[in-house]
């Protein structure tokens, strides 16, 4: 092997040695059931499986989320997909938040969006099934309907 080929992988092994004192931000804040989403059994655990390691405070972070550079992509989508929708936070949305939430939920499960196909080539089991999407979409429906009729039975704040 050639002296600059030998030179050119011990400096890549360093770097990577190196780069893996960087840390990441892998913490999952405690979540305050007063905020949290509750929906029907059927529906959490199909959420739990598909949704929860990106969109809630309950991140499962698995050893290679702390491997860098995977580890630092890895953080960052996830609090990218926090940022968007966190379970963990549902009730701290208004209801008007909630129902285009619920809405955008139907559409991204029912196009196949979501989960992102990359996270689904590591977790098999988040794959939705055509039942999981319909017990999904039934309850974003519901869900919807019943944030509405509240909304219709309480009467506007009163003007000054």
């Given at each position: 092997?050639?002296?600059w ?14 780069i ?17 989403l ?38 960052s ?28 939920i139907?559409?991204q ?5 979501m ?5 689904l080539?590591?977790?098999r089991r988040a ?16 869900a ?17």
């Open positions: 092997m050639r002296k080929a030998k030179r050119l992988l011990w400096l890549i092994l360093i770097v990577f040695v190196g893996q004192f960087v840390p990441i931000d892998g913490r999952s804040p405690v979540v305050d059931p007063k905020a949290a509750h929906p029907p059994p059927e529906v959490e655990t199909i959420l739990r499986a598909s949704c929860y390691d990106c969109h809630s405070d309950e991140t499962r972070w698995p050893w290679y989320t702390y491997v860098a550079p995977v580890s630092w992509w890895l953080a989508h996830v609090h990218e997909g926090r940022e968007n929708l966190n379970f963990s936070k549902w009730n701290e949305m208004t209801a008007n938040k909630q129902a285009d939430t619920l809405s955008d139907a559409d499960v029912s196009t196949g969006a989960p992102l196909p990359l996270y080539t590591v977790h794959r939705l099934t055509p039942e999981q999407v319909r017990t999904l979409t039934d309850w974003t429906d519901a919807m309907k019943q944030i509405e009729a509240h909304s219709a039975a309480t009467p506007p704040p009163a003007t000054p």
